[in-house]
């Protein structure tokens, strides 16, 4: 694909002003025109919502720099439908570099993988990153890895309704290994406070420890944990195709 062609639609989580989608914007400037369209505040967590109770609004910082009061899903769909023109139609869309990784179960929590999701939907290939990384800040590797990635998925395409989400180790990766969603082991962990008028409040948290192993392997904890970026395919389907032939006795005809 010729550079100079090339559009990119930006979004993420963790809000317009984040280190990590500032860093992917300067590493994705070189091979194409970017376009940024993301959260006014930060979203983790958001998932894959829509706000719909609520009017939106956006705010145009310049030619190519959007704010949304809202999720990465209201986001893209309005970078795609209502902010750019026909002619800024994006050939990619590119989530994160969420601060934090998006391993296994994460994922259907993620703003970050929302916003790649929506775009796939809406028919544009999306690409999710995310640093594991619990304190660094520095961006620096993720951004040459999403750099490659989304040359690469320019230049050869990916199938038709995937994203990719993609997890980029600390430090300097070993290489990258294409992987499938790992199930972690957690337990959520709920803390009670009491507010200064004698009400109480929560705090929802996790412990963890560590995954689960895979006789196959090929997990995206595996990878991470071997120091590799992981590469998953998802899609929006969550269709559980193993059990249709298992529930096909529930099946009754009028």
Same mark, same amino acid.
């Given at each position: ?37 993301? !959260? ?40 795609? +439908? ?15 570099? +969420? ?20 775009? /796939? ?12 990384? +619990? ?31 993609? +997890?980029?180790?600390?430090?300097? !990766? ?57 590469? /998953? ?22």
């Amino acid at each position: 694909m010729n550079s100079d062609k090339v559009r990119i639609l930006l979004t993420n989580d963790d809000g317009y002003h984040s280190k990590g989608i500032i860093a992917l914007e300067n590493a994705l400037a070189e091979i194409g025109d970017v376009y940024v369209v993301a !959260p006014a505040s930060e979203m983790s967590g958001a998932s894959h919502s829509l706000t719909l109770a609520r009017p939106l609004r956006i705010r145009q910082i310049d030619a190519r720099h959007w704010t949304v009061d809202g999720t990465p899903t209201d986001c893209v769909t309005l970078a795609l +439908n209502r902010i750019l023109t026909a002619e800024e139609r994006p050939h990619i869309c590119v989530s994160g570099i +969420n601060h934090g990784a998006n391993l296994g179960d994460d994922a259907t929590y993620s703003g970050t993988v929302a916003g790649a999701m929506e775009a /796939t939907i809406l028919g544009v290939p999306g690409l999710a990153f995310s640093l594991v990384a +619990n304190r660094s800040h520095d961006f620096t590797e993720s951004a040459k890895v999403a750099r490659e990635l989304t040359e690469k998925a320019l230049n050869d395409g990916l199938p038709p309704n995937t994203l990719l989400n993609i +997890n980029v180790p600390k430090g300097v !990766p070993k290489g990258f290994r294409v992987t499938k969603q790992g199930i972690k082991n957690a337990r959520p962990v709920i803390s009670e406070h009491i507010d200064p008028r004698g009400k109480p409040y929560y705090w929802i948290g996790e412990m963890r420890d560590g995954f689960h192993t895979d006789d196959e392997g090929g997990t995206d904890f595996e990878a991470i944990d071997e120091n590799y970026v992981s590469v /998953t395919p998802m899609r929006s389907d969550l269709t559980n195709y193993a059990a249709m032939e298992l529930l096909q006795s529930w099946e009754k005809n009028s």
